[in-house]
Antibody, heavy 123, light 112 residues
Framework: EVQLVQSGPEVKKPGESLRISCKGS????????IGWVRQMPGKGLEWMGL????????TYSPSFQGQVTISADKSTTTAYLQWRSLKASDTAMYYC????????????????WGQGTPVTVSS | DVVMTQSPLSLPVTLGQSASISCRSN???????????LIWFQQRPGQSPRRLIY???SRDSGVPDRFSGSGSGSDFTLKISRVEAEDVAVYYC?????????FGQGTKLELK
């Protein structure tokens, strides 16, 4: 069974650093992109970036470039989203989701999502 | 970024009636491989998004056949026939053709 299990809720102060995780299981982790999506309180969904664990190819949305760092560890089948210095405006729910490279052609794009990690940044 | 515009943003529906959500993009969503990566998600309160429809009209396994997707190019529709109480949720369209991928604003389906 395919699963993406995210790390637990975080409460941080402005200026602190943070890394949240997304552990994939039940599929070949290295062969699918993992993406991160932000949902601010009461708002819609925004793509932040994608990583292909097989070769660590990363693409960021221009809105998030330089604001966060995405990484992955194939050995532990875990993807990460990291901040160096949090702001109150980073308060949101963060989801990870997997997607296949389109040339696979199996339709497995954006089909499995993690349960979400709520991040609260407040002084 | 590609702008995805959904309408309506609020959709009151009577149980058993049909509902329709429109999603328009400001660019064609046909990818270089000839496919159109338009996806519909359902997000129930307190839950993660759940994929319902991919590549415009392919329904995910386990999704009731009351849900159907249609459209082409830059104009798409999600139809829900015979709305049930479990359909109360926010519905998002998303384009996966042009990076950065983008979502519509969401349509909140509620019962009258």
């Amino acid at each position: 069974e395919v699963q993406l299990v995210q790390s637990g809720p975080e409460v941080k102060k402005p200026g602190e650093s943070l890394r949240i995780s997304c552990k994939g299981s039940g599929y070949h982790f290295s062969r699918y992109w993992i993406g991160w999506v932000r949902q601010m309180p009461g708002k819609g969904l925004e793509w932040m970036g994608l990583i292909f664990p097989g070769d660590s190819n990363i693409t960021y949305s221009p809105s998030f470039q330089g604001q966060v760092t995405i990484s992955a560890d194939k050995s532990t089948t875990t993807a990460y989203l990291q901040w160096r210095s949090l702001k109150a405006s980073d308060t949101a729910m963060y989801y990870c989701a997997r997607t296949e490279p389109y040339y696979y052609g199996s339709g497995s794009h954006f089909d499995y999502w993690g349960q979400g990690t709520p991040v609260t940044v407040s002084s | 970024d590609v702008v995805m515009t959904q309408s309506p943003l609020s959709l009151p529906v009577t149980l058993g009636q049909s509902a329709s959500i429109s999603c328009r993009s400001n660019r064609s969503l046909v990818y270089s491989d000839g496919n159109t990566y338009l996806i519909w998600f359902q997000q129930r309160p307190g839950q993660s998004p759940r994929r319902l429809i991919y590549k415009v009209s392919s329904r995910d396994s386990g999704v009731p056949d009351r849900f159907s997707g249609s459209g082409s190019g830059s104009d798409f529709t999600l139809k829900i026939s015979r709305v049930e109480a479990e359909d109360v949720a926010v519905y998002y369209c998303m384009q996966g053709t042009h990076w950065p991928y983008t979502f519509g604003q969401g349509t909140k389906l509620e019962l009258k």
